[in-house]
T-cell receptor, first 113, second 115 residues
Framework: GAVVSQHPSRVICKSGTSVKIECRSL??????MFWYRQFPKQSLMLMAT?????????EQGVEKDKFLINHASLTLSTLTVTSAHPEDSSFYIC?????????FGPGTRLTVL | SQKIEQNSEALNIQEGKTATLTCNYT??????LQWYRQDPGRGPVFLLL???NEKEKRKERLKVTFDTTLKQSLFHITASQPADSATYLC??????????????WGLGTSLAVNP
């Protein structure tokens, strides 16, 4: 099956620093990747859709200057949380689409102190 | 308002029994529906996709049905095992007013299979 990796799996940082999360499709090329965040006991919340070679499309209420997305190749998308604050602490999950199915990475637990 | 609902209560069943999970939706023009499994602290894992013109799909011990008249999908796990314990998410792909395809996620149903 399609495999998506995500790195790092866990990160703890100080308030005000920036954190970069990488998402890679390992055995397929993905024109479209997605970034989600998930709070405990809640559904997946789509943050943005990342398209290779073009600007990401952000969902309403998601600050594009705070959550920078780059999709420079067909196998790699990155999410940078800039000037992170404690309220940004969450579980961030990426997915890559192959045909009609999204395949998810294992997620990144971000804790901002 | 448009929404997708899954059993909010956790489901506890005995090993060997069939688990049945429900996903209901309203006011969507569906394209297809997917079921995923999510373990604590992990990303969702794709299980099955069923299209709006399909009634049933099977994969090993899993079976999904899709009734667009009832606006409901049922997800069955037969001969359940403790290893099947997880949260199961349904996701509905639909076309919005601008004919763009969107995906909406349910909150998930927690399944516990007791040995």
């Amino acid at each position: 099956g399609a495999v998506v990796s995500q790195h790092p799996s866990r990160v703890i940082c100080k308030s005000g620093t920036s954190v970069k999360i990488e998402c890679r499709s390992l055995d397929f090329q993905a024109t479209t990747m997605f970034w989600y965040r998930q709070f405990p006991k809640q559904s997946l919340m789509l943050m943005a859709t990342s398209n290779e070679g073009s600007k990401a499309t952000y969902e309403q209420g998601v600050e594009k200057d705070k959550f920078l997305i780059n999709h420079a190749s067909l196998t790699l998308s990155t999410l940078t949380v800039t000037s992170a604050h404690p309220e940004d602490s969450s579980f961030y999950i990426c997915s890559a689409r192959q045909l009609d199915t999204q395949y998810f990475g294992p997620g990144t637990r971000l804790t901002v102190l | 308002s448009q929404k997708i609902e899954q059993n909010s209560e956790a489901l506890n069943i005995q090993e060997g029994k069939t688990a049945t999970l429900t996903c209901n939706y309203t006011n969507y023009s569906p394209a297809y529906l997917q079921w995923y499994r999510q373990d604590p602290g992990r990303g969702p894992v794709f299980l099955l996709l069923i299209r709006e013109n399909e009634k049933e799909k099977r994969k090993e011990r899993l079976k999904v049905t899709f009734d667009t008249t009832l606006k409901q999908s049922l997800f069955h796990i037969t001969a359940s095992q403790p290893a099947d314990s997880a949260t199961y998410l349904c996701a509905l792909a639909y076309y919005n007013a601008g004919n763009n395809r969107k995906l909406i996620w349910g909150l998930g149903t927690s399944l516990a299979v007791n040995p």
